[in-house]
């Protein structure tokens, strides 16, 4: 069973900068550098949408919405997830999460759907104000 913690989110005004972090422990050693991981977003009234995926070593996507703002990142040793949101705006505000695929991970970078992801961090909130 693969869990995942999540910290940081918080309030914040429009343009400014936020990061989201994911530890995961794995009931396999070294099971996560073999994980695609990705971060997803729900805002009020809809459902999850894909904001970014990183693959195990290292690829990263992103969508449209964020692109250019938001990083994603990894460290397949201490097992972290971190998401740094610059230039944040208004229609940011969501719960955030981040989420595990761990048997797709070579298909990583094409896995855009919350069905993909098995594994789940509890969410963080993230409110921008105009």
């Known amino acids: 069973q693969v869990q995942i913690e999540q910290s940081g989110g918080g309030s914040v005004q429009a343009g400014g900068s936020l990061r989201l972090s994911c530890t995961v422990s794995t009931y396999v050693y070294d099971a996560y550098s073999l994980y695609c991981m990705a971060w997803f977003r729900q805002a009020a009234g809809s459902g999850r949408e894909w904001i970014s995926s990183?693959?195990?070593?290292?690829?990263?996507t992103y969508a449209e919405s964020v692109k250019g703002r938001f990083t994603v990142s990894r460290n397949n040793v201490q097992k972290n997830l971190d998401l740094q949101m610059d230039n944040l705006k208004p229609e940011d505000t969501a719960v955030y999460y981040c989420?595990?695929?761990?048997?797709?991970?070579?298909?990583?970078?094409?896995?855009?759907?919350?069905?993909?992801?098995?594994?789940w961090g509890q969410g963080a909130q993230v409110t921008v104000s105009s």
């Open positions: 989420a595990a695929n761990v048997l797709s991970a070579s298909w990583c970078l094409n896995l855009r759907t919350d069905s993909d992801y098995k594994a």
């Open positions: 990183i693959s195990a070593d290292g690829r990263t």
